[in-house]
């Protein structure tokens, strides 16, 4: 799993922030390890750089599904070290695609999950648009597996609506959880339930768009 914090795993101080990534490891069975690489304020440009996808890269091999989700951060204009034009963000997934197929592994992109944004008449808003559209196009032309996680994700937070999807976000009251005395207003990244529903929204693109990595699903045991 190559992404941002959005999919991360995080460290105890951080919770009850929870990546989506973290929750998708439970679903396999005994055939499947997930290595989830994916790290806090991470844009494609950083994740080159840092040697986090070389790291990927050198561990990757034939049957290997590598997931790649960025975006939150490759649009960030105001943090320059991060910031990714759209050309160097299209450039560094084809790359992505590119050398996970070398490696005879199965890339699979994700458009970025979305940030919770309404209008003032309770209407999910596109976060993403842009960055999403790229990840779109980029997978139609090398024909790579392709879950539309921003569309998917939106969807959820229209089904909860403005007031009830703050229960899947970092939200929380002064006092309310030791980790955050002063209180928490996060617009972006995941508690437990938003993770594991996110983390659904996958699992069930998975069984339609990639049947042989679905077939590794846990089955539950007969009763």
Same mark, same amino acid.
């Given at each position: 799993?190559?992404?941002?914090?959005?999919?991360?795993?995080?460290?105890?101080?951080?919770?009850?922030?929870?990546?989506?990534?973290?929750?998708?490891? #439970?679903?396999?069975?005994?055939?499947?390890?997930?290595? #989830?690489?994916?790290?806090?304020?991470?844009?494609?440009?950083?994740? $080159?750089?840092?040697?986090?996808? @070389?790291?990927?890269?050198?561990? /990757? *091999?034939?049957?290997?599904?590598?997931?790649?989700?960025? *975006?939150?951060?490759?649009? /960030?204009?105001?943090?320059?070290?991060?910031?990714?034009?759209?050309?160097?963000? +299209? #450039? %560094?997934?084809?790359?992505?695609?590119?050398?996970?197929?070398?490696?005879? &592994?199965?890339?699979?992109?994700?458009?970025?999950?979305? +940030?919770?944004?309404?209008?003032?008449?309770?209407?999910?808003?596109?976060?993403?648009?842009?960055?999403? %559209?790229?990840?779109?196009?980029?997978?139609?032309?090398?024909?790579?597996?392709? $879950?539309?996680?921003?569309?998917?994700?939106?969807?959820?937070?229209?089904?909860? !609506?403005?007031?009830?999807?703050?229960?899947?976000?970092?939200?929380?009251?002064?006092?309310?959880?030791?980790?955050?005395?002063? *209180?928490?207003?996060?617009?972006?990244?995941? #508690?437990?339930? !938003?993770?594991?529903?996110?983390?659904?929204?996958?699992? &069930?693109? $998975?069984?339609?768009? $990639?049947?042989?990595?679905?077939?590794?699903?846990?089955?539950?045991? &007969? @009763?």
């Amino acid at each position: 799993m190559a992404g941002d914090s959005t999919m991360s795993i995080k460290e105890v101080k951080a919770y009850p922030e929870t990546g989506w990534g973290m929750p998708f490891s #439970n679903f396999w069975d005994s055939s499947v390890t997930v290595v #989830n690489r994916a790290k806090n304020g991470r844009s494609t440009k950083t994740f $080159i750089t840092e040697g986090l996808w @070389k790291s990927i890269m050198d561990d /990757a *091999g034939p049957g290997d599904y590598v997931f790649i989700q960025f *975006g939150h951060n490759d649009e /960030a204009r105001e943090k320059v070290e991060r910031y990714t034009t759209p050309d160097e963000y +299209r #450039n %560094n997934l084809v790359k992505f695609i590119t050398e996970t197929k070398n490696k005879k &592994a199965i890339p699979v992109l994700l458009t970025p999950v979305t +940030r919770r944004r309404f209008d003032t008449t309770g209407n999910i808003m596109q976060t993403h648009e842009e960055y999403s %559209n790229l990840v779109r196009q980029v997978a139609k032309e090398h024909q790579t597996y392709f $879950i539309d996680l921003d569309e998917k994700s939106r969807g959820l937070l229209q089904e909860f !609506g403005k007031k009830d999807s703050k229960l899947l976000f970092l939200q929380l009251k002064p006092g309310e959880h030791p980790n955050y005395p002063e *209180g928490k207003d996060d617009n972006t990244h995941f #508690n437990e339930l !938003g993770a594991r529903l996110i983390a659904q929204l996958v699992l &069930a693109e $998975i069984k339609t768009t $990639i049947p042989d990595l679905a077939a590794r699903i846990i089955k539950p045991k &007969a @009763k």
